[in-house]
């Protein structure tokens, strides 16, 4: 009996001394860069040799915000592409990306949206979530929230409405997207694209240990767009690789998909697509055009 | 290219919840037997290019009810620290021992329960094997199946497919010195279950399962 009240003592003891949460390792950001090198950055040597993409001269604009979560109020930094003086007219794209690196390594995915449906059609504001890139501070699931609303804030002090924003979010990035779209907070999107998105976070425990395991046992994270996308009216445009071998394709893309019940849906499935590459496998130009012919409907 | 790295942590904790125990008690206890080990392992995952078992630890201890039933527990240590409290209760029953080639067969019923502290979310999943063991001078040679059972079909999210059913088999060798025993063991885990489209990244070059190796410590008291 001795080794059961062993037992029972050392599991209290571990259980309220415990004070591990693995919800921070959601978050994989290169803390190391001291600048942005954005299309000179090597990771993006595979993209664009010809410079088909390139952005306009004088519609590159890299700035800072504040963002207030809970009190704590961080530096984000965030780039622009597009004419400063026409976001009171044009179609902008808020780009939430992935959770690794940072926003210059998503570069080349805002460039292509900048460039959707003709040269430099529509306006892109892409930023580094608190703790990514040379923002300042730490990133939690919900300081996603405050920090992309913070730069939708901007947007909308600079004349943009609802009726022209645009909400793409690339798997960690859609966390933000759906849950700001369901729940707006400075404005409402008109419309949300999702690019790899990510299920749950229990979808990710439950497909990756084979059992029905509910995300709290791993760490405090609440993100369900599953369950989220039920509240979204927006159209809904999905792209996923179809070999997506970090969010699977049906059981996290396909159940934000067939959970959306508004108006109007379109899913871009590309049969080679694997987590990071989609849109690169779908082709570029073919890409662009699907883009294009979402936003415009 | 963008590449998302794995959720290192994420990963290894969602893959040790359900594989991170060798086989316990192949061969019973004697009647009035204690034990009580430590263990270390799980699969095999890929981790920037290396494939690293994952380091996660168990505490268990069995008892010798009879000659040929021992009853053993266990607590998850490494879960506890993330703050879900796993532990596993269950029997092992000898059916006929070994003598020289014929191999002794056992069978092993397990409980793992699971509660976590954050929401207060509870599973028991049983686990059910059956072992064949061979000893010699040295120790013991074993193999088996274990199959884990699902009994939440509620529990997974829309589109994830309910497995009611995960096997594993598995083949060790117990080296003993006196009272003392040290087991390797490897597992093919899950060999009927994909392997791909989620965040854990099993290093196995097919398209299901996963790779386990594990190391057990074990000191035997009475008899």
Redesign the interface.
């Known amino acids: 009996m001795r080794?059961?009240y062993y037992?029972f003592f050392?599991?209290m003891f571990?259980?309220?001394s415990?004070c591990?949460?693995?919800g921070p390792?959601?978050f994989?950001p290169d803390t190391s860069i001291t600048e942005y090198l954005w299309d000179e950055n090597p990771?993006n040597s595979?993209f664009d040799p010809e410079k088909n993409y390139y952005i306009k001269d004088g519609e590159f604009h890299y700035f800072t915000l504040e963002s207030d979560h809970e009190g704590q109020v961080e530096t984000i930094h965030a780039v622009y592409l597009g004419d400063l003086e026409t976001i009171d007219s044009d179609t902008v794209i808020i780009y939430n990306h992935?959770?690794?690196?940072q926003m210059d390594?998503?570069y080349p995915?805002a460039q292509l949206l900048y460039h959707a449906g003709g040269k430099s059609r529509y306006g892109v504001l892409m930023m580094d979530y608190r703790g990514f890139g040379l923002s300042t501070g730490e990133p939690s699931e919900s300081s996603l929230l405050s920090d992309v609303n913070s730069c939708i804030q901007w947007l909308k002090d600079r004349g943009l409405t609802e009726d022209r924003m645009i909400m793409y979010g690339y798997?960690l990035g859609s966390i933000p997207s759906v849950y700001l779209t369901a729940t707006p907070q400075a404005m409402a999107p008109h419309k949300l694209m999702l690019e790899a998105p990510i299920?749950?976070i229990?979808?990710?425990?439950?497909?990756?240990?084979?059992?029905?395991?509910?995300s709290?046992?791993?760490?405090?994270l609440f993100a369900d767009n599953?369950e989220e996308i039920k509240k979204v009216k927006q159209d809904l445009y999905w792209i996923h690789g179809e070999m997506?071998?970090?969010?699977?394709?049906?059981?996290h893309g396909?159940?934000i998909y067939?959970?959306h019940n508004s108006e109007y849906k379109i899913a871009v499935p590309v049969s080679n697509g694997d987590?990071?590459?989609t849109p690169?496998k779908m082709g570029e130009e073919k890409y662009m055009n699907s883009v294009y012919e979402f936003i415009k409907r | 290219m963008t590449k998302t790295l794995p959720y290192f942590f994420l990963m290894i904790m969602i893959a040790c919840l359900t594989d991170c125990t060798p086989a316990r008690f192949v061969k019973p206890l004697e009647k009035n037997e204690w034990a009580i080990g430590a263990n270390a392992g799980g699969p095999l995952i890929d981790l920037f290019g290396t494939k690293l078992p994952v380091p996660f630890s168990s505490l268990y201890a069995g008892y010798g009810k009879t000659d040929r039933l021992t009853i053993h527990g266990g607590l998850h240590t490494t879960s506890l620290a993330y703050k879900t409290l796993q532990l596993d209760a269950g029997a092992s029953y000898l059916i006929i021992n070994s003598a020289g080639s014929i191999p002794g067969i056992s069978v092993n019923g397990t409980l793992n329960g699971m509660f976590d502290f954050r929401e207060y979310n509870a599973r028991v999943y049983p686990n059910l094997a059956g072992n064949l063991f061979w000893d010699d001078k040295y120790g013991r040679f074993y193999c088996g199946m274990e199959n884990w059972i699902d009994p939440f079909k509620n529990g997974v999210p829309d589109n994830s497919t309910y497995k009611p059913w995960t096997p594993a088999f598995y083949l060790g060798e117990t080296l003993k010195l006196n009272k003392w025993e040290v087991t390797f063991e490897y597992k093919n885990l899950a060999p009927y279950t994909s392997n791909r489209g989620h965040v854990v990244q099993y290093a196995r070059s097919g398209k299901k399962g996963a790779h386990g190796i594990y190391l057990s410590i074990q000191k035997r008291f009475g008899g």
Do not use: Q, W
Not at chain 1, 98 to 101: D, I, Q, R, T, V
Not at chain 1, 202 to 214: A, C, D, K, Q
Not at chain 1, 245 to 251: C, I, R, S
């Open positions: 080794i059961v037992f050392m599991s571990l259980a309220f415990g591990l949460d693995l390792l959601l994989n990771d595979y992935g959770n690794s690196y390594v998503y995915r798997s299920g749950s229990s979808t990710m425990s439950s497909n990756g240990s084979g059992l029905s395991m509910p709290s046992f791993f760490a405090d599953i997506d071998n970090f969010l699977n394709y049906t059981t396909e159940a067939n959970n987590h990071g590459d690169f």
